[in-house]
């Protein structure tokens, strides 16, 4: 069983950046993919980025360049930091944790997830 719990959200206009966290519960977070997904009203939940256990990194191409996602497995903690936000990345914002042993990026391929934390960026 794995628990995850995301903060650093907030608001923050165009062009300014934010650094989400999300810190997992359990022994064997270092075995686990890692994902980042965002929800707005009317839309589906959509994929925005992913680590392997391993280190590697696979983004949304409406992220890529803006956004990092990285992994502490000393910290069990997975960050994704945004910049050069737009407007249009206001979401709700939930982290992920799937058994898979590549970078995956479907909802199907999580086995955890996390409350989500808001993001809201202003024009």
């Known amino acids: 069983q794995v628990q995850l719990v995301e903060s650093g959200g907030g608001s923050v206009q165009a062009g300014g950046s934010l650094r989400l966290s999300c810190a997992a519960s359990g022994r064997t977070f270092r075995n686990y993919a890692m994902g980042w997904f965002r929800h707005t009203p009317g839309k589906e939940r959509e994929f925005v980025a992913t680590?392997?256990?391993?280190?590697?990194?696979y983004y949304a191409d409406s992220v890529k360049g803006r956004f990092t996602i990285s992994r502490d497995n000393a910290k069990n903690t997975v960050y994704l930091q945004m910049n050069s936000l737009k407007p249009e990345d206001t979401a709700v914002y939930y982290c992920?944790?799937?058994?898979?042993?590549?970078?995956?990026?479907?909802?199907?391929?999580?086995?955890?997830w996390g409350q989500g934390t808001q993001v809201t960026v202003s024009s």
């Open positions: 680590t392997s256990w391993n280190g590697a990194t």
């Open positions: 992920a944790a799937g058994r898979a042993m590549s970078v995956v990026t479907t909802i199907a391929a999580y086995d955890y």
